[in-house]
């Protein structure tokens, strides 16, 4: 249990306010226009990228979405050079080549986020295949939105899976829209229905609570380790931010986000139960989000010092050989 | 050394890739067969038995056969690729694609490049090709035109057993992603195999037969085709040089470019449908550095911009044969300003 | 009178040999010719060699045009005296062609004899044997060759003795393990070949590197040595032409791969397509590459050759001659030079590093000369 380890706890909420700090300050950022393309932010999802990694080591794999920034951070990437790829400069995390759709490290077990939306289980299912047949004792979990849940290639995944028993957690990060089209309204049956269906245990979880998510993910992620196959979390959050930044989220209601903010944060929720129970203290927790500010500002400060990438690079990185 | 068929080559080098090198696996739809089922294991063999034999000597863990599930497997394929397998998937036929192009075109040919260099993705996708099989228009498109378009991939088309092998195994030992196009009417021929494992690089023309006067350029079952052309033509004192790129990713130039130096001559025949395939884009290469060394106009032996159609007579009218080649070589050997 | 009619054809030159491209002919139909007179080139799938009359008389008939590709024992020509008459002449051709096809017929369905294996102190050795008869006679090929190497000599040396032509290992068919790839490692595998095969006393052919070997082995072991005879060997200098060593080695691209081959021969244009293509396959199976860079490593480092084995002629008690092209651009001929009185010198003026496919018939008679002493 999270609650258990003072470690733990101090490493979860750091992670999420990294991420927090990280998104709100993508969004100022890029309306400034100094971020170039499109972003997707993960603003308010915090506590599903946060809950599931702190399971996970490098020898576990992760497949991410269009909105991935979190589960990078979650999964152990390099901020500062997250943020350089973001900005597509030299020292980002892929060389200014990949952007913010398509960071990863897979050394770090981060096999990439993904521009295509479903494009990640059937990967997700091939990392797991290599720790099975390998036999490294690793598992893989896949990231899905809502709206990746629709996807043919998520439902071959399930099947998959679970035909070869592979060790790997769907996540379904719902956050009610996909782009603009509600969830409740795209999604036909339900989603630990759909699991149960293709034979794998599905469970629905709280997504603002990082405490139900840790708890939910141990459970799933022992059962993968020990080769009973595959599982599926169905995530309920939700985003602060639109589909992509300049979205000006028409089809929400009027007070929907300010409300979510007010009284569903994550952040929120998590420093109100650990400070009630005596588990941290608020000073502490204060003194974290002071240093977090601070490294974000560095890093933004050195993406935008660093240099483009040049014409060299351009023809790089294409083949290992050709 | 003995005679082998070109299935027979390819079994034998993914069997011998296998024997030396544990991360690679096969996968695809009953690739073994009979999983599950009640009768005998190893039923199968792949469709077309390619795969025949390597389940009772590898076992089901590097021998898996697939639900029919090509957007889940191919893609699995990519991801074991990316994270220490190297596998090689079946897609049965490359029409199949049209349900599992994400996980080729967007996933497996864009990770190195996406991630700055920070990944390989070592995976093989076998396929099969071509028209002559009787199999109407989504079982006999010859479509390597449109993976040889996309950056990243690496396509490789062999025209006979030997190279089928040396080819297979540098696919499998090959880093990059690789698209390895097997033509359905090709698996029983045969000719002398090495029983060793070999490799042929990528980006080698074959030079097959070689003559003075016309440059002939064809690619998998076409280079047949085209040696009988020239063997014929030959006779007649009409030599010609029969180009086999072995590969249209990368594609050897400088081997054709140098030939039509030599010939001033070109015709290239591709199965493939004739808008943006191969003879096109051959074609318009010599054209842009080699114009000034060309003696006639180049020509195309290609089918025609249809599907493929079903009725025996209507398939034979459609695949070039080695008349409309004959012929093509004709016009251009006799061509007079 | 037909007894006086000749046929000339097809040779079979090598065991795979299956047909060949009539290239060239040296005579005139009508002309006269006497035995030994260059009489066409054939292309085989290894190289165009010349083909010289065993008969004497004219010229009667050339059956076979310029550029045609025939199977081998097809009729290619007819010599015959001037005065027998067109009829008798042309009645053979259409004799000789009828029987033919049905020669034909019946040796397809044998189809070549295929190289034998044996495991020889761990590694895989492929061997071809052909004739009968004591001491019989091995040939050992050089750096980057095979046991074909000697298609024309082997079928004419068995023509009474037992031959025995090897790949050595890293070459041919056989395993492409070399271990340290020294001299003394090869000749010690050698050891081990004819102890396998129990052949108690030979006669030893070496060519380049192989030359080298059976030096090295009749240096150790005179007893087991009938006689000596080495075709342009190593080891006898310091200089190699370290272009060819490198670029066999680096190499794997036809063109580079022919200009390479070129060096081999008095004349380039003897190397065939089909030999590109044979060097080409070989240096693709596994194990090839790393064979000859080890071989090269021990043998010819920085461009030079590491073992002068010249002093040890002079103590050898067998028959031994050096046979040398003198056209030759790998190993330099002046390296046949100052040969002590007991190992005469050979130099053939038309032939490169190749003598023994390049001027075969002297060659031949040279070895068959040395094995009758």
């Known amino acids: 249990m999270l609650q258990s380890n003072r470690q733990d706890l101090l490493k979860a909420y750091t992670q999420m306010r990294t991420i927090r700090e990280f998104e709100e300050r993508v969004h100022t950022e890029f309306a400034g226009g100094t971020i170039p393309g499109f972003v997707h932010l993960y603003a308010g999802e915090e506590a599903s990228a946060v809950g599931v990694c702190m399971h996970l080591g490098d020898k576990d794999h992760i497949g991410s979405t269009h909105r991935g920034h979190g589960h990078c951070i979650a999964k152990g990437c390099d901020v500062k050079a997250m943020m350089k790829e973001i900005y597509g400069r030299k020292g980002g995390l892929c060389g200014g080549k990949g952007g913010s759709m398509h960071i990863a490290d897979l050394s770090k077990g981060m096999m990439g986020a993904n521009g295509i939306v479903g494009g990640g289980p059937p990967l997700v299912c091939g990392a797991a295949l290599t720790a099975k047949t390998l036999k490294t004792g690793g598992v893989a979990v896949a990231f899905v939105g809502d709206g990746g849940s629709n996807q043919g290639t998520t439902l071959e995944s399930y099947n998959l899976a679970k035909v070869w028993n592979l060790p790997v957690i769907f996540v379904i990060e719902d956050n009610g829209y996909a782009e603009s089209t509600a969830s409740e309204w795209s999604v036909g049956g339900s989603q630990t229905k759909r699991a149960e269906a293709f034979g794998m245990p599905g469970t629905k979880v709280d997504g603002n609570d990082v405490f139900a998510i840790h708890e939910a993910a141990q459970e799933a992620i022992e059962r993968a380790r020990a080769g009973r196959g595959p599982s599926l979390l169905h995530v309920k959050l939700s985003r602060y931010f639109g589909h992509f930044e300049g979205d000006a989220m028409t089809y929400r209601a009027d007070g929907e986000v300010e409300a979510l903010r007010r009284d569903h944060d994550a952040l929120k929720i998590f420093r109100k139960r650990v400070t009630e129970a005596g588990l941290l203290e608020a000073g502490q927790l204060n003194e974290i989000d002071t240093d977090i500010a601070a490294f974000i500002d560095e890093a933004v400060a050195e993406a935008e010092a660093a240099p483009p990438p040049t014409g060299d690079d351009l023809l790089t990185d294409v083949y290992v050989s050709y | ?337 | 009178m037909s007894d006086a009619i000749k046929a000339v054809t097809m040779p079979k030159w090598g065991l795979a040999m299956e047909e060949g491209t009539l290239v060239a002919w040296h005579v005139p139909e009508g002309a006269p010719v006497r035995p030994g007179d260059d009489l066409v080139d054939i292309e085989t799938t290894k190289i165009t060699n010349v083909m010289e009359s065993t008969a004497g008389g004219n010229l009667r008939r050339r059956v076979v045009d310029e550029g045609a590709c025939v199977p081998v024992g097809a009729l290619l020509g007819v010599v015959a005296d001037a005065s027998l008459p067109d009829a008798e002449i042309d009645a053979f051709v259409v004799r000789f062609n009828a029987d033919f096809v049905v020669a034909a017929a019946a040796a397809a369905e044998t189809g070549p004899p295929e190289p034998e294996m044996m495991e020889v102190a761990g590694n895989r050795i492929s061997y071809q044997r052909m004739g009968e008869g004591s001491p019989p006679l091995v040939l050992v090929h050089g750096f980057g060759g095979d046991l074909n190497n000697w298609l024309f000599n082997q079928p004419v040396l068995a023509a009474s003795r037992a031959t025995y032509a090897l790949d050595l290992p890293g070459h041919g068919r056989s395993g492409k393990d070399v271990g340290s790839g020294e001299i003394t490692a090869f000749a010690r595998t050698l050891t081990a070949f004819l102890d396998a095969l129990r052949l108690e006393q030979v006669h030893l052919v070496g060519h380049s590197l192989g030359g080298a070997i059976v030096l090295d082995l009749a240096v150790r072991q005179p007893e087991r040595v009938a006689s000596l005879t080495l075709i342009a060997p190593a080891a006898l200098g310091g200089e190699i032409n370290a272009d060819y060593i490198e670029g066999f080695i680096a190499t794997g691209r036809r063109k580079e791969m022919r200009a390479v081959l070129g060096m081999l021969f008095a004349d380039p244009a003897l190397v065939s397509r089909d030999m590109v293509d044979e060097i080409l396959k070989y240096k693709r199976l596994d194990g090839v590459a790393a064979a000859l860079a080890a071989i090269a490593g021990d043998a010819f480092p920085d461009g030079r050759q590491s073992r002068d084995l010249k002093s040890c002629l002079g103590d050898l008690r067998m028959p031994a001659q050096v046979i040398w092209g003198r056209q030759d651009r790998i190993l330099p001929v002046a390296q046949g030079d100052g040969l002590p009185a007991n190992v005469p010198m050979h130099v053939l003026d038309d032939a490169g590093h190749m003598a023994h496919m390049e001027a075969a018939t002297q060659v031949n008679a040279l070895i068959e000369d040395l094995l009758g002493q």
């Open chain 2, 1 to 337: 050394m003995a005679k082998k068929s070109y299935r027979q080559a390819i079994n034998e080098a993914l069997a011998l890739e296998m024997r030396r090198d544990p991360t690679v696996i096969v996968m695809g739809e009953d690739n073994a067969g009979g999983m599950g089922a009640p009768g005998a294991d190893d039923a199968w063999g792949g469709v077309l038995g390619v795969t025949m034999g390597l389940m009772p000597e590898f076992g089901r863990e590097r021998v898996l056969d697939t639900p029919i599930s090509e957007s889940a497997f191919i893609g699995a394929a990519v991801g074991a690729a990316a994270t220490g397998l190297r596998p090689v998937a079946e897609l049965m036929f490359v029409d199949f694609m049209g349900v599992c192009f994400d996980q080729i075109f967007n996933q497996a040919a864009k990770f190195k490049y996406m991630f700055g260099g920070n990944a390989v993705t070592p995976v093989v996708i076998r396929t099969m090709y071509g028209a002559g099989f009787r199999a109407a228009s989504q079982h006999s498109q010859t479509l390597y035109p449109m993976f040889t378009h996309i950056p990243g991939l690496k396509v490789v088309v062999p025209s006979s057993p030997y190279d089928a092998k040396g080819l297979m195994i540098q696919a499998i030992r090959d880093d990059d992603p690789v698209i390895f196009f097997e033509h359905k009417v090709m698996y029983d021929i045969e000719e002398e195999v090495p029983d060793e494992a070999y490799t042929i690089p990528f980006g080698e023309a074959n030079l097959t037969r070689e003559g003075e006067d016309v440059t002939i350029v064809a690619i998998g079952r076409m280079v047949q085709f085209a040696n009988e052309v020239a063997d014929t033509l030959a006779k007649d004192g009409i030599n010609c040089s029969v180009i086999d790129p072995r590969t249209t990713s990368p594609l050897d130039m400088d081997t054709i470019l140098e030939s039509v130096e030599e010939t001033g001559r070109l015709v290239v025949v591709d199965e493939a449908s004739p808008r943006c395939n191969m003879a096109t884009d051959i074609s318009a290469a010599v054209a842009q550095h080699a114009f000034a060394a060309l003696k006639a106009p180049i020509r195309m032996v290609t089918p025609p911009h249809t599907p493929v159609p079903f009725a025996p007579q209507l398939e034979d009218l459609y695949v070039p044969n080695p008349a409309q080649i004959e012929t093509a070589v004709r016009a251009v050997a006799g061509y007079a300003r």
